[in-house]
């Protein structure tokens, strides 16, 4: 069983677009986070909830909007992609808030985004 | 100034050998403090966190912390070509609950 799941794995954008990546945990855990990857290998967080609610938001454009259905589902939602949008993202997930002291994050595999 | 900050690398080690990874950070107020492993094209994984001043062993690694200097470091024991990986460093600062990670260190351990 897959602990930390997103979807899709690849995706592949036409600057402009509107896209969506999902994230699913099964581990019960009460928070879930959406970091971004670089280049450069900089991971940065970007959103943290903590049983559907944000409690990180971190400066990122607009364009982005992370949705939460329920505890266990983060999902992301990026309006009008960049090409500096181009990036690896992550989604993790803990089983208190980002601030808890020795809080273990387990990290989905990831979705790399490259816009064309 | 970057919160957290690692030598991007690469590192090279003989297989056998001791790797010594380094980390500053900027926030005083931090209060874990994380190393993960990366292999190329994959997630991060936890290796082992320390939030007390002093040394944290586990198997062949050990963790090294010194809040008065601001200094976290990892220690691979026996180093193995399968430790070759980027070691992300990370931080929280529990009350604002904010947590950082550096850019990673790449490790080369050549057998």
């Known amino acids: 069983d897959t602990a930390v799941s997103q979807t899709p794995k690849y995706l592949v954008t036409q600057m402009g677009n509107d896209k969506s990546i999902k994230c699913e945990q099964n581990l019960g855990h009460d928070t879930m986070y959406w970091y971004k990857q670089d280049s450069k290998k900089f991971l940065k967080i970007m959103f943290s909830?903590?049983?559907?609610?944000?409690?990180i938001n971190e400066t990122v454009p607009n364009r982005f909007s992370p949705k939460s259905p329920d505890k266990a589902h983060l999902n992301l939602h990026i309006n009008s992609l960049e090409l500096g949008d181009s990036a690896v993202y992550f989604c993790?997930?803990?089983?208190?808030?980002?601030?808890?002291?020795?809080?273990?994050?387990?990290f989905g595999p990831g979705t790399r985004l490259t816009v064309l | 100034q970057k919160e957290v900050e690692q030598n991007s690398g690469p590192l090279s080690v003989p297989e056998g050998a001791i790797a010594s990874l380094n980390c500053t950070y900027s926030d005083r107020g931090s209060q874990s403090f994380f190393w993960y492993r990366q292999y190329s094209g994959k997630s991060p994984e936890l290796i082992m966190f320390?939030?007390?001043?002093g040394d944290k062993e586990d198997g062949r690694f050990t963790a090294q912390l010194n809040k008065a200097s601001q200094y976290v470091s990892l220690l691979i024991r026996d180093s193995q070509p399968s430790d070759s990986a980027t070691y992300l460093c990370a931080v929280t600062v529990y009350n604002f609950n904010k947590f950082y990670f550096g850019s990673g260190t790449k490790l080369n351990v050549k057998p």
């Open positions: 993790a997930s803990s089983q208190g808030g980002a601030g808890v002291s020795t809080d273990t994050q387990y």
């Open positions: 320390i939030y007390s001043n």
């Open positions: 909830y903590n049983n559907k609610e944000l409690i």
